[in-house]
């Protein structure tokens, strides 16, 4: 039993460690984020003479976000292309530690529930109350499917 419960609490050190890293990341984060994908698109002008009359098209940069259900698509000016791509790309790496943030306080729930479990004295010797039952849904499912 000592040597499950030290292994738990190191387990549960490495992830409070690993949580705070990820913390630190994000409140590190000065921004400013922009949501949206950041892209490249080739664009015929209209011009009779023009090279992308011949198939040689002009590039545009766009910013592309989802709202209410719809892609949006906005032009960006080239003086704006660089803060919009560092935008963008700190708004992914932001939500990507904020889902490794959610995932490790998942695990650090179980390590400490496994913890608490491994220091369970069985009381009264002779005929112990049984473990507590998980409260809460049941895992695997979101409901009763009737």
Avoid: W
């Amino acid at each position: 039993m000592a040597e499950l419960s030290s292994r738990l609490r190191l387990r549960l050190r490495q992830a409070l460690e690993k949580h705070q890293n990820q913390v630190d990341q994000l409140v590190g984060e000065s921004g400013p984020l922009i949501r949206g994908t950041f892209g490249t698109r080739g664009r015929v002008c209209g011009s009779a003479g023009c090279r992308c009359a011949r198939g040689e098209l002009h590039e545009s940069k766009y910013l592309s976000a989802r709202e209410d259900g719809q892609t949006r698509q906005v032009h960006v000016p080239a003086g704006d292309e660089i803060e919009v791509q560092e935008g963008v790309e700190r708004y992914r790496r932001f939500r990507q530690v904020k889902a490794e943030l959610a995932a490790s306080a998942k695990e650090e729930l179980a390590l400490a529930e496994q913890l608490g479990l491994s220091l369970l004295k069985p009381y009264p010797p002779d005929h112990p109350l049984p473990p507590p039952k998980r409260r809460g849904r049941p895992k695997g499912g979101r409901g009763v499917s009737r």
